[in-house]
């Protein structure tokens, strides 16, 4: 399962580099508005830190209501980097300016998925990623995993190549949940990539095994 960061944080995905688990970034406009100053700068600037050999995929989100609008927005955002996909939301402006962008092999990301027929009709539109909204449809008491689990059901039936990208994600189990079901990639807050090595049973026994070396060694 690849993982992305689901940031506009410049240092969170410096980090996410280091620890080599950046295999993409997603952002959105509200993780855009929070780091503040001139949002294109800021999406360039990501686009152009993640850029490689292996490019970063780096989904960048449309505004605009009609296909058209959101074909003009996709056109400007392409040229930020040669690794920007075209986060597009899931209405129907949206597949039809999906289907378009699919036709000029651009990669599109459909945003705001919260059922399994938005994901078919995403997958039927051309879409490269799919993602649905796991953490605000547990908000609302539904099971955002049984989503993943019936979109990863429906994409394996018709052989679909949309990725299944888990998006909305609150805390590590979800990450597990994502990988058991098959999903193809996670996009994931930093702050839950920083838990995801972590267990109270590691640091105990580390913590045990130094102080017996230092017994040893004295
Ligand atoms: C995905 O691409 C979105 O940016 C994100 O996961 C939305 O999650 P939220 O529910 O935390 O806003």
């Given at each position: 399962?690849e993982?992305?960061?689901?940031?506009?944080?410049?240092?969170?995905?410096?980090?996410a580099?280091?620890?080599g688990?950046?295999d993409?970034?997603t952002t959105?406009p509200?993780?855009?508005?929070?780091?503040?100053?001139?949002?294109?700068?800021?999406a360039?600037?990501?686009?152009?830190?993640v850029?490689?050999?292996?490019?970063v995929p780096v989904?960048?989100?449309?505004m605009?209501?009609?296909?058209?609008?959101?074909?003009?927005?996709?056109e400007?955002?392409?040229?930020?980097?040669?690794?920007?996909?075209?986060k597009?939301?899931?209405t129907?402006?949206g597949?039809?300016?999906?289907?378009?962008?699919?036709?000029k092999?651009?990669?599109t990301?459909?945003?705001?998925?919260?059922?399994?027929?938005q994901?078919?009709l995403?997958a039927?539109?051309?879409?490269t990623y799919?993602?649905?909204?796991?953490?605000?449809?547990?908000?609302?008491?539904h099971?955002?995993?049984?989503?993943?689990s019936?979109?990863?059901t429906?994409?394996?039936?018709y052989d679909?190549?949309t990725k299944?990208l888990?998006?909305s994600i609150?805390?590590?189990?979800?990450v597990?949940?994502?990988?058991?079901?098959g999903?193809?990639v996670?996009t994931i807050?930093?702050?839950i990539?920083s838990?995801?090595?972590?267990h109270?049973?590691t640091?105990?026994g580390?913590a045990?095994f130094?102080t017996?070396?230092?017994?040893?060694?004295k």
């Amino acid at each position: 399962m690849e993982f992305f960061l689901d940031t506009a944080n410049l240092s969170e995905i410096k980090n996410a580099q280091n620890l080599g688990l950046l295999d993409g970034v997603t952002t959105n406009p509200t993780l855009l508005s929070r780091e503040g100053g001139d949002w294109r700068e800021q999406a360039k600037e990501i686009c152009r830190m993640v850029d490689g050999p292996v490019p970063v995929p780096v989904s960048l989100e449309v505004m605009g209501e009609t296909a058209k609008e959101m074909i003009n927005e996709a056109e400007d955002l392409s040229k930020f980097g040669k690794n920007v996909v075209i986060k597009i939301p899931m209405t129907s402006e949206g597949l039809i300016a999906t289907r378009a962008l699919t036709e000029k092999k651009m990669k599109t990301n459909v945003t705001l998925v919260f059922s399994p027929l938005q994901a078919l009709l995403a997958a039927k539109a051309g879409a490269t990623y799919v993602s649905p909204f796991v953490g605000r449809l547990d908000g609302i008491s539904h099971d955002g995993m049984e989503l993943i689990s019936q979109i990863r059901t429906i994409f394996d039936n018709y052989d679909f190549s949309t990725k299944i990208l888990v998006a909305s994600i609150r805390n590590p189990l979800h990450v597990l949940d994502s990988a058991l079901i098959g999903a193809d990639v996670a996009t994931i807050p930093y702050k839950i990539i920083s838990e995801l090595a972590k267990h109270p049973l590691t640091d105990q026994g580390l913590a045990a095994f130094k102080t017996d070396w230092d017994s040893l060694t004295k």
